[in-house]
């Protein structure tokens, strides 16, 4: 019900967009959020939007990540920007019911399969 897409491989510094496509049910009062995990290392937060589209960021990415929600459309993005080796994982969206803690990946219900985003210097 949630498909990601928009990975791949860039340059330190370079910019990358990555999509979430929902189906099915409707998410639109739904928390969406990006979760990252790296070989080796637990699932974490990047970044969350409410339906109201208050956004939250991982201090990791802040300044550099935005997350985006089209209802409409039923799609959420996240602009990637000034990518840095370390945001090298595998990207996931998921979404969760309103007044969830948006940065626990416990709270979120749906996940989609992950696109892998390489950033090499």
């Known amino acids: 019900q949630l498909q990601a897409s928009g990975g791949g491989s860039v340059q330190a510094g370079d910019s990358l967009r990555l999509s979430c496509a929902a189906s099915?049910?409707?998410?639109?009062?739904?928390?969406m959020g990006w979760f990252r995990q790296a070989p080796g290392k637990e699932r974490e937060f990047v970044a969350g939007?409410?339906?109201?589209?208050?956004?939250y960021y991982a201090d990791s990415v802040k300044g550099r990540f935005t997350i985006s929600r089209d209802n409409a459309k039923k799609m959420v993005t996240l602009q990637m920007s000034s990518l840095k080796p370390e945001d090298t994982a595998v990207y996931y969206c998921a979404a969760a019911r309103p007044g969830a803690v948006t940065t626990s990946p416990r709270e979120y219900s749906y996940w989609g399969q992950g696109t892998l985003v390489t950033v090499s210097s």
């Open positions: 939007i409410t339906w109201r589209t208050n956004t």
């Open positions: 099915g049910r409707s998410f639109s009062s739904y928390i």
